[in-house]
Every structure is written in structure tokens, then in C-alpha cells.
T-cell receptor, first 111, second 112 residues
């Protein structure tokens, strides 16, 4: 079974731009969660989607948004990029149960 | 939300058991303890989870104290490939609200 895939793997953007990241979950998984990882803050939860509905959200500004499609693929969007948004963005998929399976992440650099 | 406390770093000799502690003194009755690890530049990898009983799988064992305020992840025969950051996290579960609260983890160095 293929793992979680994330595209693109690396991205460089400038301040003020917007960016869209994509995540394809493991086949059959309906839950997709997004995390931001920075060296000083560790992994911080952004939001979780299940069957196209956002069912949980972390403490991030409204510039961070996401959505999930009927095939469970998910996208997250960050508008008006700031230097502090430079991070590794991780996507994790799961069933409605317990463990989550992470993708390799998208490394976003904002200059 | 329950938080976890882990030592920032640990060392272990190759072939020996690695015992990674975690404190979660504010855990509530319906919260599970999860362990993940992250090898440099990769996404976190699920290891094991438990509620109150000890658990074992092909990767590791999880020992949870009777009062559930702390736990220990045991890698029985550590190898160099086990060098990673290990995260102990508690799953907050309230109806459909479910998220994992991550700390900074323990950086485990397995030495030859």
C-alpha cells in the first residue's frame, strides 16, 4: 500500500505571496491532519479534516486554511506569506481510530 | 489538554536497551499515550500507543505506570538506525475533536 505523499517536497516563496500544498493520504484513510514543524516550536497542529469536513483546528491565524476533497486528498493554503512561515509542513492520514501515518513533508522557505 | 515532558536528549550503546521516559501527569482517563519517532528530514513514524495496559509490538514496548502519570518506551536492542527524535504525546479526545499535542521530544543517539 502506498504511503502518504506530499507535493511539492520543496518550495521557495517570497513574502506576501501565497502557497498551496497538497497531500494524498493512504488509500482508505479518511482523516488528514496538517502540522507545522519548526526547530524552536516542534510540531504544531494546524487542522484535521475528515470526510471533507474540518473537525479540529489549532491556534493559527486565518491566513492558514485547508480543505479536503471527496477522494480524501487535502490541500492547505497559506496566504500573505511571512518569513516566520518557513517550516516543514507535514501531513498525516489515518482512519477514524488511533495512529496517524505521516508523509515526508513539504519544506517551505519564505524569503 | 494534557502535556508531556521528556528529557531533551539521551545516549544509548548499540545492542543495549534504550529506555525513554515520559511524564504526563495531567493525563485524563480517556486519553491515550502515543509514541512516534522522527529520523532526520523524514516525517514522524508511528511506534506504539496504549491506554493503561503495557503494550508490545515488533518495534518496541510501552510501559505505563499504574497511575498513568508516566510511561517508558523501551527499544529492546537499539541499533544505529534507531537514532532519532522520539515524541511522547497524549491524544486529546472529546467527541469529534481530536488532536495530538506534541512536545519537543527526546533526541536519542545510539552509539557504536
Amino acid at each position: 500500500k502506498a504511503g502518504v505523499t506530499q507535493t511539492p517536497r520543496y518550495l521557495i516563496k517570497t513574502r506576501g505571496q501565497q502557497v498551496t500544498l497538497s497531500c494524498s493520504p493512504i488509500s482508505g484513510h479518511r482523516s488528514v491532519s496538517w502540522y507545522q514543524q519548526t526547530p524552536g516550536q516542534g510540531l504544531q497542529f494546524l487542522f484535521e479534516y475528515f470526510s471533507e469536513t474540518q473537525r479540529n483546528k489549532g491556534n493559527f491565524p486565518g491566513r492558514f486554511s485547508g480543505r479536503q476533497f471527496s477522494n480524501s486528498r487535502s490541500e492547505m493554503n497559506v496566504s500573505t506569506l511571512e518569513l516566520g512561515d518557513s517550516a516543514l509542513y507535514l501531513c498525516a492520514s489515518g482512519t477514524s481510530g488511533n495512529e496517524q501515518y505521516f508523509g515526508p513533508g513539504t519544506r517551505l522557505t519564505v524569503t | 489538554d494534557a502535556k508531556t515532558t521528556q528529557p531533551p536528549s539521551m545516549d544509548c550503546a548499540e545492542g543495549r536497551a534504550a529506555n525513554l521516559p515520559c511524564n504526563h501527569s495531567t493525563i485524563s482517563g480517556n486519553e491515550y499515550v502515543y509514541w512516534y519517532r522522527q529520523i532526520h528530514s523524514q516525517g514522524p513514524q508511528y511506534i506504539i500507543h496504549g491506554l493503561k495496559n503495557n503494550e508490545t509490538n515488533e518495534m518496541a514496548s510501552l510501559i505505563i505506570t499504574e497511575d498513568r502519570k508516566s510511561s517508558t518506551l523501551i527499544l529492546p536492542h537499539a541499533t544505529l538506525r534507531d537514532t532519532a527524535v522520539y515524541y511522547c504525546i497524549v491524544r486529546f479526545n472529546a467527541g469529534n475533536n481530536r488532536k495530538l499535542i506534541w512536545g519537543l521530544g527526546t533526541s536519542l543517539a545510539v552509539n557504536p
